[in-house]
T-cell receptor, first 114, second 115 residues
């Protein structure tokens, strides 16, 4: 079955530090990959996505590249801000364009200190 | 675009009562919606897949008679927690699938507390 393994948290960084949150996956076929962010007390928001190998998703300074050879989709940001403090979830969907279920990683709590 | 709302955002009810949670896609039609449950500091657990005009598909271990799902229109799905107990207290989140992109758009969640 599908699975997503995500770097365990919590992660605490100082403002302007470099962020990496590791994510690897196991799936049959060619899944689409996503990063979602959840701010305190809120639902999940799509941060970025990639639908095929070597695609790079990017949004709000965050980036992640779909690496089929290493089955990874690591999230990076060059300079984090206090407002980036949230929980980040890596997820996969086993079939873009169709209403397939999402499989989530366990989530990584990020705290950015001023 | 692709906004999903949930109502109520939080609810407190007494043990033994039923609670209905609504999930609406505001600016698009969703033939498929999903219901998740999230415990504190944990990931989302898929409860069921809701398809417009047909019965929901429940994940293993989720009681379909306890968590009633109705998807009567392309913009509305409801989850009713029947005979709620304190262990049903949780954060319930719905999502709607936007055709073509593969991703889901999530509602803000409903915090249920059963006393």
């Amino acid at each position: 079955g599908n699975s997503v393994t995500q770097m365990e948290g919590p992660v605490t960084l100082s403002e302007e530090a470099f962020l990496t949150i590791n994510c690897t996956y196991t799936a049959t076929g060619y899944p689409s990959l996503f990063w979602y962010v959840q701010y305190p007390g809120e639902g999940l928001q799509l941060l970025l996505k990639a639908t095929k190998a070597d695609d790079k998703g990017s949004n709000k300074g965050f980036e992640a590249t779909y690496r089929k050879e290493t089955t990874s989709f690591h999230l990076e940001k060059g300079s984090v801000q206090v407002s980036d403090s949230a929980v980040y979830f890596c997820a996969l969907s086993d079939g873009s364009g169709s209403a397939r279920q999402l499989t989530f990683g366990s989530g990584t709590q990020l705290t950015v200190l001023p | 675009g692709a906004v999903v709302s949930q109502h109520p955002s939080w609810v407190i009810c007494k043990s033994g009562t039923s609670v209905k949670i609504e999930c609406r896609s505001l600016d698009f039609q969703a033939t498929t919606m999903f219901w998740y449950r999230q415990f504190p500091k944990q990931s989302l657990m898929l409860m069921a897949t809701s398809n417009e005009g047909s019965k929901a598909t429940y994940e293993q271990g989720v009681e379909k008679d306890k968590f009633l799902i109705n998807h009567a229109s392309l913009t509305l799905s409801t989850l009713t927690v029947t005979s709620a107990h304190p262990e049903d207290s949780s954060f319930y989140i719905c999502s709607a699938h936007l055709a073509g992109g593969g991703e889901q758009y999530f509602g803000p969640g409903t915090r249920l507390t059963v006393t």
